[in-house]
Every structure is written in structure tokens, then in C-alpha cells.
């Protein structure tokens, strides 16, 4: 057996590995972000939900209800980023 | 209804087939993480420092100035009969004093923690506003005007890069801190970390949690600005024409795909103006004010 398999060989696991490489930055960026959006958005859904139903039992309470909601919106939107950009440190920065 | 929502549809489920995956060519030359890449423009080099100026510190200087001349300003030109500028900055000015700063620490802490509560809002939400104005910053493509090269039109923000975002959490973190200790004393505000009612060997490990706590508000303060702030810049500039440039689809393709990412960027960049912005610095100062008020206060 000639020893150029080998290298051909070895050649084309590498390359196969770049390209599995560069598909698990893909698959880490979508999955990533993707499950990271589940949580924050059943989150984002309670706050309004809570909101309504508040406001409908004390109407009179509404601003208060208002600063607290935003509040609340912006804590909960925020981890819908972190899984984001920890997706494109994996994407773009290993 | 389905129809017709089936028939908008069709043609993105025709670029997730197999044979147009496989016909993809990515365009590699389009790099997007460039548009958040800072050139040198001025290099400034001490030691080991890399003091240069480039877009980021443009941005900084950018936002503090229109902060400064902006309220100076206004204040200058106050009218007993309000003109509908005014209303807003006093409508502002009533929400950072009573809402952000009084509602979350004493009087005596208020007075005098407003003018930096106050400022850290004006700053972030000028620096975020700033940032969906296009300006010529971007040094890396260039458009020729009359010969003249002229940098062509980008959207950055100071806050979108960590840095800025990290020093303004830096100076908070300490500021709370300092002000804990100044009203107990080292041992008794270490002591105040404990939550009311916890007593015996369960201190220990709720003490620890605290500490980790405290360190963990370095992180989420800071990475919860500059990640919305990247966050709403990148899906503009993906939808805003950046996916269609990267796909590289045919003339059809790309149309279709422009249409339907255009649209949507037009909604995300006023979904970020009407709203993210806003928040965001409003939730930076409340944070702020309510680290400072818990520091000091009685309990827990």
C-alpha cells in the first residue's frame, strides 16, 4: 500500500473536519439562539398576561402596573440576548 | 385567510428545498461582523496602551456632547409657557427624579444621587438614539462624491461595544458599594447582605450566594445594554439587505427575499427606536437606583 493514501487520506479527514467545524458553529448559533428565545418568551407572555389580568381586577392601579410591566419586559427580553450573542461569540469568535 | 398566507409563504419554503440548499453560494466576500470592526483613525499608542480614536470613541464623544449642549440648551431657554420640546424634557426630568431616583431610595439619598442617576439616563438614551442615525463612519467602504471619498453612511452605537457599557456598570457598581459601606460601616454592610430572618448556619451559605449575586450584577447590568443595543443593530442590518447580500440567491430570489427582510427591518429599526432605546436606558438608571437605595437601606 502506497503511503500517498495516507495522505490523501488524511487530507480529506480535514477538510471533512473544517466543514464539521464550521457546521457545529452554524448548528451552535441557531440551536443556541433558537432554545434561548423559548424561555424569555413564555417569560415575556406571562408578564403581559399578568398585566391584563391586573389591570382588569384594579383598573385604577394602571400606571403603577405600567412601570413595573416595561420594567419586567426589558429584565425578561434580555436573556433572549445573552443566548444571542453568546451564539455569535461561538459563531464568530472560535 | 390560509390561502393566502400559504401563498406568501411558498416562496421561502422553496429556498429551504434540498436542491436550492445545495445551489446556495454563500457570499463570502460580505463580512458582517465588519460593521462592528473599529479602525484606527487617529492611532494613539502609550506604552501598551491603545488609546486610539476610532468610531467608538467618536460615538462616546458624540453622545456626551449632545447630551451636555442639548440640556444646557433647554435649560437655557426655559419658558414660562412651555413649547412642546420643554413639555418633553420636563416630562423626562419628572420620571428620572420621582419614578427612577424617588422611587427607589430615600429623600436624603435622592438629593443627592439624582444628578448621576439622572445623567447616566440622558447619556445611554442619547447614545442609543444616536446610534439609529445613520452617519458616516464607516471607513472601511467608501463612496465617491465629486472625487471627494467620503466614508460611507453606517449605524453604530457607543453602547453597542462592551466597553462603554462596562465602564458605566464599573462606576455604579463601586458607587453602590462605597455608599453601603459609608452608611454601616465595612462589617455591618456585609452583614446587611444577609436577608432578614435567615439566622445560624444558613448564613453561610446565603452569605455566599449574596457575594456571587453582587458579581453577577457586573455582568447582567452591563451585557444587558450593550447585547440590545448589538442585538437590534445586527437584525437591522440583516434584514436591512445584509441576508440578501450573503445568500448571493438568484434576481428572483433575492427580490422576493428583500421584500419580505426589508419589511421587516422596517419594523424592527422603529420597533428599536420607539421602544428599545428608551427602555433600555430607563432600565439602566432604574437598576441604578434601586442598587443604590438597597445598599443603604435598613433591611434587606
Known amino acids: ?94 | 385567510m390560509k390561502a393566502r398566507l400559504l401563498a406568501a409563504l411558498a416562496p421561502l419554503v422553496l429556498l429551504l428545498t434540498p436542491a436550492s440548499a445545495s445551489a446556495l453560494q454563500v457570499n463570502e466576500n460580505f463580512k458582517p461582523q465588519n460593521e462592528f470592526k473599529l479602525d484606527p483613525w487617529i492611532s494613539i499608542h502609550i506604552g501598551g496602551l491603545d488609546l486610539s480614536i476610532n468610531k467608538a470613541v467618536f460615538y462616546v464623544i458624540l453622545a456626551a456632547i449632545f447630551t451636555c449642549l442639548t440640556m444646557v440648551w433647554i435649560a437655557r431657554r426655559m419658558q414660562a409657557r412651555p413649547n412642546r420640546v420643554q413639555t418633553a424634557v420636563e416630562a423626562a426630568f419628572t420620571l428620572m427624579r420621582d419614578n427612577i431616583t424617588r422611587g427607589n431610595m430615600s429623600d436624603a439619598m435622592a438629593k443627592k444621587w439624582f444628578p448621576f442617576v439622572g445623567a447616566l439616563f440622558l447619556f445611554i438614551w442619547f447614545s442609543n438614539m444616536l446610534g439609529y442615525l445613520p452617519l458616516p463612519t464607516n471607513t472601511e467602504h467608501k463612496v465617491s462624491i465629486f472625487g471627494a471619498q467620503i466614508p460611507s453612511l453606517s449605524l453604530y452605537a457607543a453602547t453597542a461595544n462592551l466597553s462603554v457599557p462596562l465602564a458605566l456598570t464599573l462606576i455604579v457598581w463601586f458607587s453602590y458599594h462605597v455608599e453601603g459601606v459609608r452608611a454601616k460601616g465595612p462589617v455591618g454592610y456585609m452583614k446587611s447582605w444577609i436577608p432578614a430572618g435567615v439566622e445560624g448556619a444558613a448564613a453561610g451559605p446565603i452569605f455566599v450566594i449574596e457575594v456571587i449575586s453582587h458579581f453577577v450584577r457586573l455582568v447582567s447590568l452591563s451585557v444587558r445594554l450593550f447585547a440590545n443595543i448589538l442585538a437590534g443593530h445586527l437584525l437591522i442590518l440583516f434584514m436591512g439587505g445584509g441576508l440578501v447580500v450573503l445568500l448571493n440567491l438568484a434576481v428572483a430570489g433575492s427580490v422576493v427575499l428583500g421584500l419580505v427582510t426589508g419589511t421587516m427591518a422596517i419594523a424592527f429599526f422603529l420597533f428599536e427606536v420607539g421602544l428599545v432605546a428608551t427602555l433600555q436606558a430607563f432600565i439602566f438608571a432604574t437598576l441604578t437606583a434601586i442598587y443604590l437605595g438597597g445598599a443603604v437601606a435598613e433591611s434587606h
Open chain 1, 1 to 94: 500500500m502506497d503511503l500517498s493514501v495516507i495522505n490523501t487520506l488524511a487530507a480529506t479527514v480535514a477538510e471533512n473536519e473544517a466543514i464539521g467545524r464550521k457546521a457545529g458553529k452554524a448548528i451552535a448559533l441557531g440551536v443556541g439562539a433558537g432554545l434561548g428565545t423559548v424561555g424569555p418568551g413564555i417569560g415575556v407572555g406571562y408578564i403581559f398576561g399578568k398585566v391584563i389580568e391586573s389591570v382588569t381586577r384594579q383598573p385604577e392601579m394602571r400606571d403603577e402596573i405600567t412601570s413595573i410591566q416595561w420594567l419586567g419586559f426589558a429584565l425578561t427580553e434580555a436573556i433572549v440576548f445573552y443566548a444571542f450573542i453568546f451564539g455569535l461569540i461561538a459563531f464568530f469568535l472560535s
